[in-house]
């Protein structure tokens, strides 16, 4: 079972900018896919962003309005979540997730993911 630690949340003003990331334990993190997911209290966690095992396709909910950009680096065994021009119901707790496979494109349900860390707060303030 692949460990994943989230880091990088915090508090920011509307308009501002985080950057997420992912570290991922073991020389296998080349094997699976990544997303990221979000959960605000009381609500469904919901599909953010994913990238395929090489990188090579990326995808995002439409939401998000391309605001945000998802990367990995294979060699660090790191994945991590550019997010720009927050606004406040981008508020939640942001979950990286595993899963092995080849789907394309890449699923978007919680469900279809195996692996995930412990999550980190975002609050963006007005």
């Known amino acids: 079972q692949v460990q994943l630690v989230e880091s990088g949340g915090g508090l920011v003003q509307a308009g501002g900018s985080l950057r997420l990331s992912c570290a991922a334990s073991?020389?296998?993190?080349?094997?699976?896919?990544m997303g990221w997911f979000r959960q605000a209290p009381g609500k469904e966690r919901d599909f953010v962003a994913a990238i395929t095992r090489g990188g090579g396709r990326t995808y995002y909910q439409d939401s998000i309005k391309g605001r945000f950009t998802i990367s990995r680096d294979n060699a660090k065994n790191a994945v991590s979540l550019q997010m720009n021009s927050l606004q406040a119901e981008d508020t939640a707790v942001y979950y990286c997730?595993?899963?092995?496979?080849?789907?394309?494109?890449?699923?978007?349900?919680?469900?279809?993911?195996?692996?995930w860390g412990q999550g980190t707060q975002v609050t963006v303030s007005s």
């Open positions: 997730a595993a899963r092995g496979g080849n789907a394309i494109p890449m699923p978007t349900s919680p469900a279809r993911y195996d692996y």
């Open positions: 073991g020389p296998t993190f080349s094997t699976y896919a």
